[in-house]
Structures are given as structure tokens and as C-alpha cells.
């Protein structure tokens, strides 16, 4: 039985944007708190950490060199292999990979029911990983959309046109 | 460059330097010299600005326990303090049949190294000190400890272990614990002392 596989490019290339998204969101959520532990401490100032006024700061922190970065990422490749619906498109990689990393964190035990913290968990990645994942994705296609406004633009009022 | 990259490139300096502003308020806010001042609703501490620090409140229907782990980057040891509101407090007593403060160190002691022979059968139990200590108006009863070979680390090499155990008990427990390997302890020994002078238990 033979599967016409082109049908499926589009969905596979948005999983695999995802995938990308998800893969990066792991290691530079890693990268960005050992970082961020590492400057901290550099500054001789590791405790500040304890402190719960401290915890908007991380968060900001890792929303800027992880979340974004990861849904950039996954919008760079979705953009570079998908040139239609981009307005809808986008928003793919982004759920992808964070309904990843969301089964990850339950699955090993880093996030429970009892403890779960609405925004560091949920409202942070997702607006991380969407606002990414459009940036990448148009700069991939800027001159497509630079393009496609300028010729939507134009039109011929045949009534000045002289015979 | 295009739009959207500059955006990236923009949000990510905009956030990171949003990120140490607000860190560096926290830092103004809290610092005394060398030492951050973290007032919790239990306890009041002053500790060294480099130390790992986390504070913890576990609640559940038998009362309240409320913690700070304190420890230093560089060396192997390590700072509780623990306070239990009434409820916890008549919870524990009763549980593990605790009449004072220095049958709680014996009960805590005993669990300790009751845990450390299932990791290191050889480790041997020295009692180095005993007596009591005024801490926030508290006197707490003591006793320090050396577990010989009682530390075991990843390749298998046994330490000797140092651990003092101070507790309080009436209405409400407080406990407090430090403890270091081998030179570790006498090293970071200055430092429980002066979060220990520090502290403030509400």
C-alpha cells in the first residue's frame, strides 16, 4: 500500500517545528538557570535566590533566553518549510513543544497538581514560546509578507486608461 | 535586518536587563554588609550573600512545619532550621514519644545514624559534646556528634561526619542543625555561628 506522504508535509513539518521548539525549550531552560546560578554567584550574591521577590526576576530571566528563544527556533524551521496560513501556522510549533515540555515536567515528577504554579508553568512558556515562534517565523518569511503587501496594494482604475 | 529578528534580539536584552533590575532591587533591599536579611513569617535570619538558601513551609492536617536549608557553594555542609507550630508540635510528640529537648536530639541522633549504617556499615559514633545554648531566648539543648566513616561519597570513600543537633521543645519545636565532612565543618563553623546569633524565631 503506498501512503502519498506529501499530503502529510505540511502536519510533519509543523511537528517537527514543535520537536525543534521542545528539544531547545529542554536544554536552554537548563542552560539559562545553571547561567543564571553561575552570575549570580560570580556577583557573590547566589542567596538573593531565597528571596520570593527574586522569583519574577528568574522568571523574566528564562522567559528571555529560553522560552523565546525555543519558540524562534521552532518558527524559523515551520517558516522556512511552510509559506501558507502563516498567521495560523505558527501558533503549532509553539503548543507542540510546549504540551512537551508540560507531559515532560509531569512525567519526571518536576511539576505536580498539588503544587502547580499557574504562571511560572504554564503562562510564561506558552507566551514564551508563541511570541517565538511568530518572530521566527516571519523573519523567515518577512519578504514574502513585505512582498505580498505591496502587490495587494496596487490595482489599475481602468476608467484612466484611454483607449 | 529583518522586523521580526531585530524584535527577537530586542526582547531578549529587554528581559534579561528587566531580569538584573529587579535583582538588583531585591539585592538592595535585603543586604547588611556580607549578609542577606530574610524575614520569613517564622523566622528571622541573617546568612552569607553566596549561600544557597531556601525557605519551605510543609502544611498538612497534623499542623505546620516551616524550614530554611542554608549551605555553602564551595563546601560540604549544610544548615536546617525547622520550627513546628503547636499542632505539628503536639503531632510529633506524640508520634515518636518525645518528653524534652534532649530526648528529641537522642530520637533525631539515633535516626541519623540509624540511616547512615544502612549507607556505610562501618561508621562508628562518637559523642564530642553536650549542653544547651541561647538562641532568639530560646535555650535549646545540644549535642555534637562525629559519625567516624559515616559519610560515603560517589566513589565510595568513607568521611568522617561532624553533625550538631540543637532542639527546643514546649509549645512549639525548634530545631537546628548543622553539620560538615571531614575539615568542612570547622570551615563553615563561623558562619552557622553567626546565623545562629542571628536568628530571630517569631
Given at each position: 500500500m503506498d501512503i502519498d506522504l506529501s499530503k502529510y508535509s505540511g502536519m510533519i513539518h509543523l511537528a517537527l517545528g514543535g520537536g525543534i521548539c521542545f528539544f531547545t525549550m529542554y536544554v536552554l531552560v537548563s542552560v539559562s538557570t545553571m547561567g543564571l546560578r553561575l552570575i549570580l554567584h560570580y556577583f557573590n550574591s547566589l542567596g538573593l535566590l531565597a528571596f520570593t521577590e527574586s522569583m519574577n526576576a528568574t522568571s523574566l530571566f528564562i522567559l528571555g533566553t529560553a522560552y523565546i528563544p525555543s519558540g524562534f527556533f521552532g518558527g524559523l524551521y515551520t517558516g522556512y518549510r511552510i509559506k501558507e496560513n502563516l498567521r495560523i501556522t505558527f501558533l503549532f510549533p509553539a503548543l507542540i513543544g510546549f504540551a512537551g515540555l508540560v507531559i515532560l515536567r509531569f512525567l519526571s515528577g518536576y511539576t505536580s497538581f498539588s503544587i502547580l504554579n499557574l504562571q511560572q508553568e504554564f503562562l510564561i512558556p506558552?507566551?514564551?514560546?508563541?511570541?517565538?515562534?511568530?518572530?521566527?517565523?516571519?523573519?523567515?518569511?518577512?519578504?514574502?509578507?513585505?512582498?505580498?503587501k505591496t502587490t495587494g496594494t496596487i490595482e489599475f482604475d481602468m476608467s484612466q486608461v484611454e483607449p | 535586518m529583518r522586523l521580526p529578528l531585530a524584535v527577537f534580539i530586542?526582547?531578549?536584552?529587554?528581559?534579561?536587563?528587566?531580569?538584573?533590575?529587579?535583582?538588583?532591587?531585591?539585592?538592595?533591599?535585603?543586604?547588611?554588609?556580607?549578609?542577606?536579611k530574610l524575614e520569613t513569617r517564622y523566622v528571622d535570619i541573617d546568612f552569607p550573600r553566596n549561600w544557597y538558601a531556601f525557605?519551605?513551609?510543609?502544611?498538612?492536617?497534623?499542623?505546620?512545619?516551616?524550614?530554611?536549608?542554608?549551605?555553602?557553594t564551595e563546601l560540604r555542609a549544610s544548615m536546617f532550621i525547622l520550627v513546628y507550630d503547636q499542632d505539628a508540635t503536639k503531632a510529633y510528640v506524640e508520634q515518636n514519644g518525645i518528653l524534652d529537648a534532649p530526648s528529641l536530639v537522642v530520637f533525631e541522633l539515633e535516626r541519623?545514624?540509624?540511616?547512615?549504617?544502612?549507607?556505610?556499615?562501618?561508621?562508628?559514633?562518637?559523642?564530642?559534646?553536650?549542653?544547651?545554648?541561647?538562641?532568639?531566648?530560646?535555650?535549646?539543648?545540644?549535642?555534637?556528634?562525629?559519625?567516624?566513616?559515616g559519610y560515603v561519597d560517589d566513589q565510595g570513600k568513607n568521611y568522617n561526619w561532624t553533625w550538631t543537633f540543637m532542639?527546643?521543645?514546649?509549645?512549639?519545636?525548634?530545631?537546628?542543625?548543622?553539620?560538615?565532612?571531614e575539615e568542612d565543618y570547622g570551615k563553615a563553623l563561623n558562619s552557622f555561628q553567626v546565623i545562629l546569633n542571628s536568628t530571630k524565631v517569631k
Open positions: 506558552i507566551l514564551g514560546n508563541v511570541v517565538g515562534s511568530y518572530l521566527g517565523g516571519y523573519a523567515m518569511n518577512w519578504e514574502i509578507e513585505e512582498i505580498e | 530586542l526582547a531578549i536584552l529587554v528581559l534579561s536587563v528587566a531580569s538584573f533590575a529587579v535583582f538588583n532591587s531585591v539585592f538592595a533591599a535585603h543586604v547588611e554588609g556580607d549578609h542577606f525557605p519551605w513551609e510543609d502544611k498538612n492536617i497534623s499542623g505546620t512545619k516551616y524550614g530554611i536549608l542554608l549551605a555553602p541519623l545514624f540509624n540511616w547512615t549504617l544502612e549507607k556505610s556499615e562501618n561508621a562508628t559514633l562518637h559523642f564530642l559534646k553536650n549542653g544547651t545554648v541561647d538562641v532568639s531566648g530560646y535555650t535549646l539543648t545540644y549535642s555534637t556528634v562525629m559519625m567516624e566513616k532542639s527546643y521543645v514546649s509549645d512549639k519545636i525548634l530545631q537546628i542543625t548543622y553539620h560538615g565532612v
